[in-house]
Structures are given as structure tokens and as C-alpha cells.
Nanobody, 126 residues
Framework: QVQLVESGGGLVQAGGSLRLPCVASGRTFMDYAMAWFRQAPRKEREFVAGISWGRGFTTLTNSVKGRFAISRDNDKSTLYLEMGGLKPEDTALYYC???????????????????WGQGTQVTVSS
């Protein structure tokens, strides 16, 4: 079965950086678009960044452009989220997700993703 395991979260001061890896197993990693979502307390889950299958064309939500980057290593079946210039409003539980269907671009809607990790907490102090 498909498993997605995130790590790398933690407590960081505003302006700091973190790198979140997500290791995937169970399907041919290269064939599926991947994404990062986040959910802050009392807020809905929101799209952060996505990457298409294969060589990986990326898309980011406006609030993280210029600060975050998404990438994938298909040989290691690993998705990454590089976060810099962190702000207190970035505090959330961060999830990686794998698309339901193969060979697609990255979707911004959570309904297009069939598999989710357990999440890793990122807390940014001011």
C-alpha cells in the first residue's frame, strides 16, 4: 500500500529555514504529481506547493512565492519542501500528498490527491 512519511518539522524563529522531506513508497514515485498542504489551528487545509510527475513542473501558492521551493528526487522517492524566510503565519501541520491518477500536473485541490502522510508540525516563533 502507499505510504507517505514526512519529517523535518520543528520550532524555528521567524526568518529561519527548514527542509521537509516526504518519503513515498508503494507506487512508482516518478509517475505521480505530489504536493504539500498545510493546516493551521481553526483553519481549513490549504495548498502550499505542487510538482508534476516526471521532471517536475512546480507551482506555489502566492503567500510562499520567493520563500519556499518544492522539489522531488525520483531516484530516492522523496519529495522536499525547502522553506526560508519563515513567518509566524507559516505555523501549521504540513502534509505531503500524492495524486490519485498518474502522469498529471500538480493540482491545487486536495480532492485530486488520494494519499496523505501523517503530517509534520512547523512552528514559527516571533
Amino acid at each position: 500500500q502507499v505510504q507517505l512519511v514526512e519529517s523535518g518539522g520543528g520550532l524555528v524563529q521567524a526568518g529561519g529555514s527548514l527542509r521537509l522531506p516526504c518519503v513515498a513508497s508503494g507506487r512508482t514515485f516518478m509517475d505521480y504529481a505530489m504536493a504539500w498542504f498545510r493546516q493551521a489551528p481553526r483553519k481549513e487545509r490549504e495548498f502550499v506547493a505542487g510538482i508534476s510527475w516526471g521532471r517536475g513542473f512546480t507551482t506555489l501558492t502566492n503567500s510562499v512565492k520567493g520563500r519556499f521551493a518544492i522539489s522531488r528526487d525520483n531516484d530516492k522517492s522523496t519529495l522536499y519542501l525547502e522553506m526560508g524566510g519563515l513567518k509566524p503565519e507559516d505555523t501549521a501541520l504540513y502534509y505531503c500528498a500524492q495524486a490519485s491518477s498518474p502522469r498529471t500536473s500538480a493540482w491545487r485541490s486536495s480532492t485530486e490527491y488520494a494519499y496523505w502522510g501523517q503530517g509534520t508540525q512547523v512552528t514559527v516563533s516571533s
